[in-house]
Structure formats: structure tokens, C-alpha cells
């Protein structure tokens, strides 16, 4: 089976750093992915990690730790519009589009 | 490039009726999963289509059922509603073989059950 563990809040300042973690347990893995999902919206990929360290793209940069069973996502210069829910994703195997997703962090950007 | 898109975006039923949803797949895309949203929750896959048949299910009962179609288009089907079926019912479409996986989703269709 697969377990997944994201804080459910987080707030921080416009012009920020944020850091939003995830923990999960899996029995084999397989990748791990970061999505974005704005309220009454559809999620949007962010990252897609399957090896250690950290991989920047733009303002975003994820990181994982296979050995941790750990992974984070990290915004810079955060922006108003950041403002949503951040969910960290197990495919179910290889090349599979079974996803099973945390519950999300929601991140609200306070000016 | 046209996304994926997705009918109804809201509806009402009551307990015990049943409803369609549907879901048309980005240009290119021959995979499509359907997943449920409950509030405040990250989505449940509930099963997945390839070349019109049912690749992959998750912990959903039979009531939950669907199709595709061969252009790739694909509805979700769901029998005697409970009022815990309450939920953004979301489609993904995707490219079998592509690096990643990466799921491209639809806005959603918001069921509430009454």
C-alpha cells in the first residue's frame, strides 16, 4: 500500500520562501509528483521526481529523498496567486496513471 | 491544443438516481482515469481506460462504472447515488508511453447528492 502525509495548512508572506513537505510510504516506488490546484479548479503538474536531490524550474523547485521516504516543494518569491492547494502524488507502478494523493497542503499567501 | 473538458460542471441528484458524467480527452492523449475529489480531500482514483477497456480500478464499488470511446472520449457512470458520492468528480487524460505520466485533468464535474 501507499501512505501519503502533507501538513493540511500553511501561510506566508508574499515575496517569501515557503517550504511545503511530504512523507510517504510506499512499497515500491516509482517517481513522485507535485501538483497545483487553485480552489474550484483542475490540478496542474508541477514537478515529477524519481531520483534523490533537487530539481529547479523557475520559481519551483522540488527535492526527494528516497532513502527519507521524504519529499518537499519549495516556492520562491511567492506571489499572491501561489495561493492554493499543493498535493504530492504516488504513481501505483511503473508507468502507471494510477495516482494516489495526499490530501494537499492549502497554502494562502498573505500580502 | 485543446485540453480536456468536461460536462456537466454542476449538477443536483438525489438519492438513489443515477447520472452520467463525461469527459473529452486532450488532442493525442489515449489514456483516461477518472478520479473523485471530496472536500478538502486529494484525489481517489477510481478506474482507469485504455483502448476502450477498463486498465486499473481503485477501492470503488460496482456501482461506479465507464466507458471509452474510440475517440478516446470517456464517460462515468454511477448507480444508486449515496449522499457520500457528494463530490468533484475529475477526468485525466494522458499519452501511454510518454517519460512522465504527467495526468492532464479537466475543471471537474461538482456532484452534490441530495
Known amino acids: 500500500g501507499q501512505n501519503i502525509d502533507q501538513p493540511t495548512e500553511m501561510t506566508a508572506t508574499e515575496g517569501a520562501i515557503v517550504q511545503i513537505n511530504c512523507t510517504y510510504q510506499t512499497s515500491g516506488f516509482n517517481g513522485l509528483f507535485w501538483y497545483q490546484q487553485h480552489a474550484g479548479e483542475a490540478p496542474t503538474f508541477l514537478s515529477y521526481n524519481v531520483l534523490d536531490g533537487l530539481e529547479e524550474k523557475g520559481r519551483f523547485s522540488s527535492f526527494l529523498s528516497r532513502s527519507k521516504g521524504y519529499s518537499y516543494l519549495l516556492l520562491k518569491e511567492l506571489q499572491m496567486k501561489d495561493s492554493a492547494s499543493y498535493l504530492c502524488?504516488?504513481?501505483?507502478?511503473?508507468?502507471?496513471?494510477?495516482?494516489?494523493f495526499g490530501k494537499g497542503t492549502k497554502l494562502s499567501v498573505i500580502p | 491544443e485543446t485540453g480536456v473538458t468536461q460536462s456537466p460542471t454542476h449538477l443536483i441528484k438525489t438519492r438513489g438516481q443515477q447520472v452520467t458524467l463525461r469527459c473529452s480527452s486532450q488532442?493525442?492523449?489515449?489514456?483516461v482515469s477518472w478520479y473523485q475529489q471530496a472536500l478538502g480531500q486529494g484525489p481517489q482514483f477510481i478506474f482507469q481506460?485504455?483502448?476502450?477497456?477498463?486498465?486499473g480500478r481503485g477501492n470503488f464499488p460496482p456501482r461506479f462504472s465507464g466507458l471509452q470511446f474510440p475517440n478516446y472520449s470517456s464517460e462515468l457512470n454511477v448507480n444508486a447515488l449515496e449522499l457520500d458520492d457528494s463530490a468533484l468528480y475529475l477526468c485525466?487524460?494522458?499519452?501511454?508511453?510518454?517519460?512522465?505520466?504527467?495526468?492532464?485533468f479537466g475543471e471537474g464535474s461538482r456532484l452534490t447528492v441530495l
Open positions: 481506460y485504455y483502448r476502450e477497456e477498463e486498465n
Open positions: 485525466a487524460s494522458s499519452f501511454k508511453g510518454a517519460n512522465t505520466g504527467e495526468l492532464f
Open positions: 502524488a504516488l504513481p501505483g507502478g511503473a508507468g502507471s496513471y494510477q495516482l494516489t
Open positions: 488532442s493525442g492523449h489515449n489514456t
